[in-house]
């Protein structure tokens, strides 16, 4: 991980139908292992405890998400990923488990505005009603994988690898363009 990092589109924004930011730096852990392998030491090093299926968890400005039954995402810092990693590394010692810390390979943006399932829906086959706020969708926003996190019904994140943060980010703008309004969900 560089010293001199930045986020992969520094100051990206646009405003249409939803707001749409570049959320600049996150922390990214991923855990892969038995929930019960991870769970004490996740615990013991973050304070967080296991989510349920498609959930996320948050405590101190961390957050956790399942991604698959045996693989959770840990949010947390930029600057406390790495340290963070360390400890989860010793604390999961001997175990059939691991944790990489991609934090700068990843690129998150943020959407907000109550069209922000209409704008998703454009991209992402995903029936967005169904979505509650502490989900995480895994899916396509067009041509690549991404991940959806609801903070709310009006709010959500969407990551990628930070190689297709300009694809996204330009779909995103596109889909949010103020003609191009489906009003699926409004």
């Not at 996150?26 to 959930?55: F, H, N, Q, W």
């Not at 019904?153 to 363009?177: E, G, N, W």
């Amino acid at each position: 991980m560089s010293e001199t990092m930045t986020s992969a589109l520094p100051g990206a924004a646009f405003d249409g139908l939803v707001s749409i930011r570049e959320a600049g730096l996150c922390g990214m852990i991923p855990l892969r292992g038995a929930p019960d392998t991870l769970a004490g030491p996740l615990a013991e090093v973050t304070g967080l405890v296991m989510p349920e299926t498609r959930r996320v968890v948050t405590r101190e400005g961390r957050t956790l998400a399942w991604m698959s039954p045996d693989e959770f995402l840990l949010m947390l810092p930029h600057a406390e990923a790495r340290a963070t990693t360390a400890a989860l590394s010793d604390a999961l010692a001997g175990r059939f488990a691991t944790v990489a810390d991609v934090s700068d390979a990843r690129a998150v943006f943020r959407l907000e505005g109550a069209k922000t399932p209409d704008v998703l829906a454009k991209l992402c086959p995903v029936d967005f009603a169904t979505l509650a706020p502490g989900e995480i969708r895994r899916t396509r926003a067009g041509q690549i994988a991404a991940a959806i996190l609801v903070e709310r019904t009006d709010a959500m994140q969407v990551i990628c690898f930070r190689s297709v943060a300009r694809y996204l980010f330009d779909a995103l703008s596109i889909a949010a363009s103020p003609d191009a309004d489906p009003a699926l969900y409004g």
